[in-house]
C-alpha cells in the first residue's frame, strides 16, 4: 500500500530525493514517515511529518539535511537528502501510523517494501 522510489547509488555530498505513494488506500489522517535500516543494525527513524504537515520531526542524523514533506490530498511524503554521507547508506522505508509523528515507531503502522540508498566516498 506504499510504494517508495528514488533511492539510488549517489557520491558522498550529494543528493537524492525519495518520495513514496500510497496505493489503494489514502493515509491523509496519518503521519507519515520515513525510517532506514543499515546492515546488521536497528532500523531507526529518520523524519516524521504530521497528517496536516504542520509538524515534522528528524532523527539526529538527519537533521540540518533532510527534509520532509508531504502531499496531504495524494497521501505522498517526500524525503529531500542534501549533502549524503557514506553513513547515510541503508534501506530507506516509507511508514504511514495513526499516531502523532513525535512518536512514530518501526514496529506499528503500514509500510512500504523499502528503497536502497547507497553512498560512496
Known amino acids: 500500500q506504499l510504494v517508495e522510489s528514488g533511492g539510488g547509488l549517489v557520491q558522498a555530498g550529494g543528493s537524492l530525493r525519495l518520495s513514496c505513494a500510497a496505493s489503494?488506500?489514502?493515509?491523509?489522517?496519518?503521519?507519515m514517515g520515513w525510517f532506514r535500516q543499515a546492515p546488521g543494525k536497528e532500523r531507526e527513524f529518520v523524519a516524521g511529518i504530521g497528517w496536516s504537515a504542520f509538524s515534522t520531526y528528524y532523527g539526529d542524523s538527519a537533521k540540518g539535511r533532510f527534509t520532509i514533506s508531504r502531499d496531504g490530498a495524494k497521501s505522498t511524503v517526500y524525503l529531500q537528502m542534501n549533502s549524503l554521507k557514506p553513513e547515510d547508506t541503508a534501506v530507506y522505508y516509507c511508514?504511514?501510523?495513526?499516531?502523532?509523528?513525535?512518536?512514530?515507531?518501526?514496529?506499528?503502522?503500514?509500510w512500504g517494501q523499502g528503497t536502497q540508498v547507497t553512498v560512496s566516498s
Open positions: 489503494g488506500r489514502t493515509f491523509s489522517s496519518h503521519a
Open positions: 511508514t504511514a501510523q495513526d499516531r502523532a509523528a513525535a512518536t512514530m515507531s518501526p514496529s506499528v503502522g503500514y
